[in-house]
Antibody
């Protein structure tokens, strides 16, 4: 069965970086994109970005460009999301979610990780 | 960026009521729209994709419609388990964007 297992909670100081992982199982890793979504406490969902594990291409939310990097390790079927120069407003639950995309069109948004809480505090 | 605007932000209705949530896109997205349900401390749950395609296992009281810039999510007969926050997401053009959410409460 499809599973997306995320790394554990992180506490970071302002200005530091955080790297969250999402390890996939139960399907062909390179056949599905992975999107990341975050949710600040008491707030709505915010799209962070997406990666194609097959060719490593990425697209990021405009407000995070320059601070965010998504990478993948095909040997372990793991996606990484790294956010640098952390600010208090980056405090949020971060979710990874599998997406099937072909010829520029996407579907199959049903599978999500359990979430990773990132807290930025001095 | 394509902005997504949901209305209302909150709604309170009784069990059995018909409930409608609207999502508007700042430019046409054809039918490249997903609807999610989220309960506290849980990941989003996909209800619908391509505006009106009901996800397997989702109760048939949920339905979606619309194309272009205006979309609706309808719950035909509200149930206690439907108390949650609902989000639309456009996936026509990067960056994909979410609406701000609609919190549905049971009276």
């Amino acid at each position: 069965q499809v599973q997306l297992a995320q790394s554990g909670a992180e506490v970071k100081k302002p200005g530091a970086s955080v790297k969250v992982s999402c390890t996939a199982s139960g399907y062909t890793f390179t056949s599905y994109f992975m999107q990341w979504v975050r949710q600040a406490p008491g707030q709505g969902l915010e799209w962070v970005g997406i990666i194609n594990p097959s060719d490593r291409s990425t697209s990021y939310a405009r407000k995070l460009q320059g601070r965010i990097t998504m990478t993948r390790d095909t040997s372990t079927s793991t996606i990484y999301m790294e956010l640098s120069s952390l600010r208090s407003e980056d405090t949020a639950m971060y979710y990874c979610g599998r997406v099937r995309c072909s010829a520029g069109r996407c579907s199959d948004f049903a599978y999500w990780g359990q979430g990773t809480l990132v807290t930025v505090s001095s | 960026d394509i902005q997504m605007t949901q209305s209302p932000s909150t709604l309170s209705a009784s069990v059995g009521d018909r409930v409608t949530i609207t999502c508007r896109a700042s430019q046409s997205i054809s039918t490249w729209l997903a609807w999610y349900q989220q309960k506290p401390r849980e990941a989003p749950k996909l209800l619908m994709s391509k505006a009106s395609n009901l996800e397997s296992g989702v109760p048939s009281r949920f339905s979606g419609s619309g194309s272009g810039t205006e979309f609706t999510l309808t719950i035909s007969s509200l149930q206690p388990d439907d108390s949650a926050t609902y989000y639309c997401q456009q996936y026509d053009t990067y960056p994909w964007m979410f609406g701000q959410g609609t919190k549905v409460e049971i009276k």
